[in-house]
């Protein structure tokens, strides 16, 4: 998962408060949390679906490499003629 620090914190405050998982500070950094799973947690965990992968990434991967590489260098030249830059990194190419 991509998400910012905060969203992660605030997420695992929220597992933390369901008994879905136990957190524990340890070690000479204070400011790194050790997380573990709660039996609840664990119950919980075995009904969840898989991850999802759809159909794009199946694709990719049953692809050449020659091709790969190929699309590659084509969304490349693709981004330059967007004009991108890499603090548009994160922005959908929909909202550009």
């Known amino acids: 998962m991509d998400v910012h620090q905060t969203t992660a914190s605030n997420l695992v405050r929220s597992l933390v408060s369901q008994g879905l998982v136990e957190s524990h500070r340890s070690g000479i950094d204070k400011r790194a949390s050790q997380l573990k799973i709660t039996r609840h ?43 991108t830059d890499k603090r548009a990194a994160r922005i959908p190419l929909a909202q550009m």
């Open 41 to 83: 947690g664990l119950r919980l965990l075995a009904r969840a679906p898989g991850p999802f992968s759809g159909v794009l990434p199946d694709a990719l991967a049953r692809l050449d490499p020659s091709v790969l590489d190929r699309l590659d260098a084509d969304l490349a030249r693709l981004l330059e003629m967007l004009e």
